[in-house]
């Protein structure tokens, strides 16, 4: 029996998921039995994280990666769906070599099936 908890809802219900079953008890309401159960057989996340963005040089940043001194700006990213805990690794190596160039509107897809996976990479905030 595993022991896991809930993370579908704020209110974190204490599962037990058995191993040969996959049947869930402690859960509070149907989600919980599906999120315990999909947990133990292919466990899945959103992965959210930031991409450096390009920026000219006459605005002081250089290219967005060392600038001079200067912070280089960041934009939100997050995958569109969840994606295999096992690829959030190569998700989150395929972030860091990414930089953006403005402008980027919110829900733009940044990687499509980023790492492999069904999901794709989207911006969550808007660039001018
Ligand atoms: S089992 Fe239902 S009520 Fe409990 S944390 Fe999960 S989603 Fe929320």
Same mark, same amino acid.
């Given at each position: 029996?595993?022991?896991?908890?809930?993370i579908?809802?704020?209110?974190?219900?204490? /599962?037990?998921?058995?191993?040969?079953?996959?049947?869930?008890?402690?859960?509070?309401?149907?989600?919980?039995a599906?999120?315990?159960?999909?947990?133990?057989?292919?466990?899945?996340?959103?992965?959210?994280?930031?991409?450096?963005?390009?920026?000219?040089?006459?605005?002081?940043?250089?290219?967005?990666?060392?600038?001079?001194?200067?912070?280089?700006?960041? /934009?939100?990213?997050?995958?569109?769906?969840?994606?295999?805990?096992?690829?959030?690794?190569?998700?989150?190596?395929?972030?860091?070599?990414?930089?953006?160039?403005?402008?980027?509107?919110?829900?733009?897809? /940044?990687?499509?099936?980023?790492?492999?996976?069904?999901?794709? /990479?989207?911006?969550?905030?808007?660039?001018?």
């Open positions: 029996m595993k022991e896991i908890i809930c579908t809802c704020p209110k974190g219900c204490h /599962l037990k998921v058995d191993e040969e079953t996959f049947a869930v008890t402690g859960n509070s309401c149907p989600r919980g599906v999120y315990g159960a999909n947990e133990l057989r292919n466990p899945v996340r959103v992965v959210t994280s930031t991409v450096v963005v390009k920026t000219s040089p006459d605005k002081g940043r250089g290219t967005g990666e060392a600038g001079g001194g200067v912070a280089p700006r960041r /934009l939100p990213v997050k995958t569109d769906r969840p994606i295999p805990k096992g690829k959030m690794f190569e998700v989150m190596d395929e972030i860091a070599r990414l930089r953006v160039q403005p402008p980027v509107k919110v829900g733009d897809i /940044l990687i499509p099936n980023v790492a492999g996976t069904d999901g794709n /990479l989207v911006a969550t905030k808007s660039l001018p």
